[in-house]
C-alpha cells in the first residue's frame, strides 16, 4: 500500500528545461534585495561589540552625530518600543527571529559582533564611517569561546524532535565483546556559509488603514514565518507586514532565520519615518548571521570479523550560544544507517561567548556523516572487507530506531551503480599503493544520505482561457529553480506545455509557504499543487453543462489531457470551458498539511566517490575526480537538479579541505572574518564531477513521488575525501578541514 498513488508523469517532467531567471540573472537584472531602486532611502550600519562579554557601561555617539549626513545614532535609550519574542530555534520556526538579542537595545554583550548600537545616514559610506566614530565604554567578564574549554553538561531538549540520548540494547557491553573495534574522536571546526549576497534588509513604515504598515525586503528563505515574526515583534497583525524577497543569492541556511540586521532596518525606519536599508558587511556576518557549530565527536563500532557490525555508539557535545539554543543533531543518522543490535547515541551541547550557531546545509547529516563514514571506512580497513562490501553487510531491514520499514531505500544500488561507473573495482586496494610521480594517489568512497521533509504551504493555480497557467506561492527562489522545477510539474499534470505554466513567489501576498530549508520546497510545494490540481479539476467539472461530456462522471475518471478535460464520454477544451462561462480565468487553493506521524521512514540515500592526490611534502590535496549517485524519488528537471547536486559537491569540497572559522580565544573573536583569510572553494579547486541517480518515484514518502534534493549531495563529501586520502597515504585524517599540516611528512 502506498501512500499516494502514482501520478502519470510522462510530460516535462525530468526535462532539463533551462531555468526562467537564468536570463535575468546573467544580464544583471534579477533584483536582488539590496537593489530595490527605492526613493529617499537611508542606510543603516551596525556598531558591534568588540568584546565577548560584559556590560556597555557608555555609548559616546557624539562625534558620530556631528558627521555629514548622519541622521541619527540607535541606542538602548531611543530604540523603538519591540516586544521579545523567543529565538526561532526554540520555538519550532514558527518565528524566525533568530537571537533573543536584539539590536541596538541590550547593555549586556554576550558574544563579539554583537549589535550595541547602529547608525543611520543618507549614504553606507557616511554610516560606515561614522559607525566607527560611536565610542563604547564597557566592562569585561570572563569569556569561553573556545569549545574544548566549556562545559557541556548540558542535553539539548530534544534533537530534530527526538530525544538526545537513544538506547538500543547495551551498546558498551557489546563494543567490549566484539572481534573488532574501531573508536576514534572526529573533531569538527566550525563552518560559515558566505553567501555571495550579503544578508540585507530594507524596511518601512507606512500607513494602510489608519493602521502601521510595514514592509521588509528581505534576503530570506523564510518569508510567511518572516512576516509572522514581525508582527510579534512590533505588536500588529500580520496583515500589517509584508515581506519580499524575489531572489536570493546563497543562502545555506544562513538566511532561514531573521537575523539581527534585519530588525535594525525596522528600528531605524521607525525612528527616520523613512525606507531604511541595512546590508550586512562581510566581516559583520561572521559575528552576526550564524555558522555552523565546532562539535567533539565520537564514533565506536564493534563488529565481528565476518563484518557484521554488533554495537555502534555515536556521542559528543556541539556548541551554541550563552542565551539561544541552536541544538545541532550530528548523531541523528547514526540511528538509521547501519544495522546494529546495539546502539548507543548521546549528544550534549556547551555555550559559548559566540552568536547561536544556525542550519549549514545538511546540519546534523554533514558533521555526523564525517564521522559516522569515516569510521566505517576505518572498520572496513581493519576487517581488510571492501568499504562497499562493509556497507552491504550491514544494510538494515527497517530502520533499527523506529522500527518502520523505509519508503525507498536505494543505497546499495547507488553503492554499486556509482561504483561501477567510477571504476571503484580498478584500484589497488592497499594504502599507498598508488602514485604519479610526488602525487600519491587515492580513492574513497562514503554513503550520503538526507530526510524528507515537508512544511505546510499553500498554493493557488489559476487557469486562463488564453492558456496560460499560473502558480502564485509565498515559497522562495534560493537560487535551486524552484519557479522552473514548480512550472514543470503543473505542466506535466496539466498535460500542456512548460511555457504556459509560470510561477510567482518571494512576497507574503501570496498564500502562505513554508521555509526554503530542509530540501523541502520541493514536496512541499509540489504537494499543493497536487492538492489544486484535483480542486481544479472538480471546479472546471463544475462550469460544464449539464449535458455535456463531463456531466454524470466521476472526478476519478476525468484527466487533463493536452489542455482538455477527458472523459470516458468525450471530452471539453479547458478554453470553451471558461469562454462558455464567461471567465477569463479560475483560480483554485492547494494544500499541503502538516506531515503526520507516517507508517514510513523517509530519507533519500547516495553514494560519494572521490579520488584525490596528496603531495606530501608540499602538504597538498587535490581533488581530482568525484561521483555522485543519489536515489532522491523524481528529479523534476535534469539541469536544475544537476546542478543542485554538484552545488553540494563543492560546498563539500570546502567542508573537507579548506573551509574554518579560526578564532583568538584570548580575545573571544573570529581573526579571519574574510573571505582571503576564511577559504572557500574556487574554480581551480574543483575537479570534474560525475551525477548520476536512479529516478524512482517514491510515492511513499512524497505526494509527487520527490524528496528534494538540496542537501544530500554535500553529506558524503568529507568522508569520502578523508577516506581518500587515507588510501593514498596511509594516513587517517579524523578532523576537518584537512589543512596542508595535517598531511604533510
Ligand atoms: Mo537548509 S541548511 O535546511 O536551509
Known amino acids: 500500500?502506498?501512500?499516494?498513488?502514482?501520478?502519470?508523469?510522462?510530460?516535462?517532467?525530468?526535462?532539463?528545461?533551462?531555468?526562467?531567471?537564468?536570463?535575468?540573472?546573467?544580464?544583471?537584472?534579477?533584483?536582488?534585495?539590496?537593489?530595490?531602486?527605492?526613493?529617499?532611502?537611508?542606510?543603516?550600519?551596525?556598531?558591534?561589540?568588540?568584546?565577548?562579554?560584559?556590560?556597555?557601561?557608555?555609548?559616546?555617539?557624539?562625534?558620530?552625530?556631528?558627521?555629514?549626513?548622519?541622521?541619527?545614532?540607535?541606542?538602548?535609550?531611543?530604540?523603538?518600543?519591540?516586544?521579545?519574542?523567543?529565538?526561532?530555534?526554540?520555538?519550532?520556526?514558527?518565528?524566525?527571529?533568530?537571537?533573543?538579542?536584539?539590536?541596538?537595545?541590550?547593555?549586556?554583550v554576550f558574544h563579539a559582533g554583537q549589535y550595541m548600537a547602529a547608525v543611520v545616514a543618507e549614504s553606507f559610506t557616511a554610516a560606515r564611517d561614522a559607525a566607527l566614530q560611536v565610542k563604547l565604554?564597557?566592562?569585561?567578564?570572563?569569556?569561553?569561546?573556545?569549545?574544548?574549554?566549556?562545559?557541556?553538561?548540558?542535553?539539548?531538549?530534544?534533537?530534530?524532535?527526538?530525544?538526545?540520548?537513544?538506547?538500543?540494547?547495551?551498546?558498551?557491553?557489546?563494543?567490549?565483546?566484539?572481534?573488532?573495534?574501531?573508536?576514534?574522536?572526529?573533531?569538527?571546526?566550525?563552518?560559515?556559509h558566505n553567501p555571495i549576497e550579503m544578508h540585507a534588509a530594507i524596511a518601512h513604515w507606512t500607513t494602510q488603514n489608519n493602521k502601521p504598515f510595514l514592509t521588509v525586503y528581505e534576503t530570506s528563505q523564510s518569508l510567511s514565518a518572516a512576516q509572522t515574526s514581525y508582527a510579534k515583534v512590533f505588536g500588529i497583525d500580520p496583515k500589517q507586514v509584508r515581506v519580499i524577497c524575489k531572489y536570493v543569492g546563497g543562502a545555506f541556511g544562513s538566511k532561514g532565520l531573521m537575523w539581527p540586521h534585519a530588525l535594525l532596518a525596522c528600528f531605524a525606519?521607525?525612528?527616520?519615518?523613512?525606507?531604511?536599508?541595512?546590508?550586512?558587511?562581510?566581516?559583520?556576518?561572521?559575528?552576526?548571521t550564524g555558522h555552523r557549530t565546532p562539535i567533539r565527536q565520537r564514533?565506536?563500532?564493534?563488529?565481528?570479523?565476518?563484518?557484521?557490525?554488533?554495537?555502534?555508539?555515536?556521542?559528543?557535545?556541539?556548541?551554541?550560544?550563552?542565551?539561544?539554543t541552536y541544538s545541532e543533531a550530528f548523531t541523528m543518522v547514526t540511528r538509521m544507517m547501519y544495522h546494529t543490535d546495539h546502539l548507543r547515541l548521546d549528544q550534549k551541547q556547551c555555550r559559548l561567548n559566540s552568536q547561536?550557531?544556525?542550519?549549514?546545509?545538511?546540519?546534523?547529516?554533514?558533521?555526523?556523516?564525517?564521522?559516522?563514514?569515516?569510521?566505517?571506512?576505518?572498520?572496513?580497513?581493519?576487517?581488510?572487507?571492501?568499504?562497499?562490501?562493509?556497507?552491504r553487510r550491514n544494510e538494515p531491514e527497517k530502520d533499527i530506531h523506529s522500527g518502520k520499514p523505509f519508503s525507498s531505500r536505494l543505497l546499495l544500488q547507488c553503492l554499486d551503480a556509482g561504483a561501477k561507473r567510477f571504476g571503484w573495482n580498478d584500484r589497488d586496494r592497499a594504502p599507498r599503493s598508488q602514485s604519479e610521480g610526488n602525487w600519491l594517489i587515492g580513492q574513497g568512497v562514503a554513503a550520503a544520505t538526507y530526510p524528507?521533509?515537508?512544511?505546510?504551504?499553500?498554493?493557488?493555480?489559476?487557469?486562463?482561457?488564453?492558456?496560460?497557467?499560473?502558480?502564485?506561492?509565498?515559497?522562495?527562489?534560493?537560487?535551486t529553480g524552484t519557479r522552473t522545477a514548480q512550472s514543470q510539474l503543473l505542466a506535466d499534470m496539466l498535460d500542456v506545455p512548460a511555457s504556459r505554466v509560470s510561477m510567482e513567489l518571494g512576497d507574503t501576498l501570496l498564500p502562505k509557504g513554508g521555509i526554503s530549508g530542509g530540501s523541502a520546497t520541493t514536496a512541499s510545494v509540489g504537494g499543493a499543487i497536487r492538492d489544486a490540481v484535483e480542486k481544479l479539476k472538480s471546479r472546471l467539472m463544475g462550469l460544464a453543462p449539464s449535458d455535456s461530456a463531463l456531466s454524470g462522471v466521476k472526478v476519478e475518471e476525468v484527466r487533463f489531457e493536452n489542455g482538455t478535460l477527458v472523459s470516458p464520454k468525450g471530452s471539453i477544451a479547458i478554453e470553451d470551458l471558461l469562454s462558455d462561462a464567461m471567465k477569463e480565468s479560475v483560480s483554485v487553493m492547494g494544500e499541503l498539511k502538516a506531515s503526520k506521524d507516517s507508517a514510513?521512514?523517509?530519507?533519500?540515500?547516495?553514494?560519494?566517490?572521490?579520488?584525490?592526490?596528496?603531495?606530501?611534502?608540499?602538504?597538498?590535496?587535490?581533488?581530482?575526480?568525484?561521483?555522485?549517485?543519489?536515489?532522491?524519488?523524481?528529479?523534476?528537471?535534469?539541469?536544475?537538479?544537476?546542478?543542485?547536486?554538484?552545488?553540494?559537491?563543492?560546498?563539500?569540497?570546502?567542508?573537507?579541505?579548506?573551509?574554518?572559522?579560526?578564532?583568538?580565544?584570548?580575545?573571544?573573536?573570529?581573526?579571519?572574518?574574510?573571505?582571503?583569510?576564511?577559504?572557500?572553494?574556487?574554480?581551480a579547486d574543483i575537479p570534474e564531477i560525475d551525477i548520476m541517480w536512479i529516478?524512482?518515484?517514491?510515492?511513499?514518502?512524497s505526494p509527487i513521488g520527490a524528496k528534494g534534493i538540496g542537501e544530500i549531495s554535500i553529506t558524503g563529501v568529507a568522508a569520502a575525501v578523508a577516506n581518500a586520502v587515507h588510501h593514498a597515504t596511509g594516513k587517517r585524517i579524523r578532523s576537518l578541514p584537512i589543512t596542508p599540516e595535517k598531511v604533510m611528512v
Request: charged letters at 25%; one cysteine or more; proline letters at 5%.
Open 356 to 391: 547561536m550557531p544556525t542550519f549549514m546545509r545538511a546540519p546534523a547529516e554533514t558533521p555526523g556523516m564525517f564521522a559516522l563514514e569515516s569510521a566505517i571506512d576505518e572498520l572496513a580497513q581493519e576487517l581488510k572487507i571492501d568499504p562497499i562490501e562493509l556497507r
Open 695 to 701: 529516478d524512482t518515484a517514491d510515492y511513499d514518502a
Open 452 to 479: 524528507y521533509f515537508t512544511f505546510p504551504t499553500k498554493v493557488r493555480v489559476t487557469v486562463h482561457a488564453d492558456g496560460r497557467v499560473r502558480i502564485d506561492c509565498c515559497s522562495q527562489e534560493i537560487g
Open 269 to 288: 525606519a521607525k525612528l527616520t519615518d523613512q525606507p531604511c536599508k541595512c546590508v550586512v558587511t562581510r566581516s559583520q556576518l561572521y559575528g552576526g
Open 600 to 683: 514510513f521512514s523517509k530519507h533519500s540515500f547516495g553514494a560519494t566517490f572521490v579520488e584525490v592526490a596528496v603531495d606530501e611534502e608540499l602538504g597538498l590535496v587535490r581533488m581530482r575526480r568525484m561521483l555522485g549517485c543519489y536515489s532522491c524519488g523524481t528529479i523534476l528537471n535534469k539541469k536544475t537538479g544537476r546542478s543542485q547536486f554538484i552545488g553540494g559537491m563543492i560546498m563539500g569540497i570546502g567542508h573537507a579541505l579548506q573551509e574554518a572559522t579560526h578564532w583568538d580565544h584570548r580575545l573571544g573573536r573570529i581573526t579571519n572574518d574574510n573571505l582571503a583569510e576564511y577559504h572557500i572553494p574556487v574554480n
Open 137 to 192: 565604554k564597557y566592562e569585561t567578564k570572563p569569556h569561553v569561546t573556545d569549545i574544548d574549554q566549556a562545559q557541556a553538561d548540558e542535553r539539548p531538549e530534544k534533537l530534530m524532535g527526538a530525544p538526545a540520548v537513544i538506547t538500543i540494547g547495551d551498546a558498551e557491553q557489546a563494543l567490549q565483546e566484539s572481534e573488532v573495534v574501531v573508536d576514534h574522536e572526529y573533531p569538527l571546526i566550525g563552518n560559515h
Open 299 to 324: 564514533v565506536a563500532i564493534g563488529a565481528n570479523k565476518d563484518g557484521k557490525i554488533h554495537s555502534i555508539i555515536h556521542d559528543g557535545y556541539a556548541s551554541t550560544a550563552i542565551k539561544d
Open 1 to 108: 500500500m502506498t501512500n499516494y498513488t502514482s501520478l502519470d508523469l510522462q510530460g516535462p517532467v525530468g526535462k532539463p528545461l533551462v531555468r526562467v531567471s537564468g536570463r535575468e540573472k546573467v544580464t544583471g537584472t534579477a533584483t536582488f534585495t539590496a537593489e530595490w531602486p527605492i526613493e529617499n532611502m537611508l542606510h543603516v550600519v551596525a556598531v558591534p561589540s568588540t568584546i565577548p562579554h560584559g556590560t556597555v557601561r557608555e555609548i559616546d555617539s557624539s562625534d558620530a552625530e556631528k558627521m555629514s549626513g548622519v541622521r541619527l545614532v540607535i541606542t538602548p535609550e531611543n530604540v523603538p518600543k519591540f516586544t521579545r519574542v523567543q529565538s526561532g530555534s526554540e520555538t519550532n520556526f514558527a518565528t524566525t527571529v533568530a537571537s533573543s538579542l536584539f539590536p541596538a537595545a541590550e547593555k549586556e
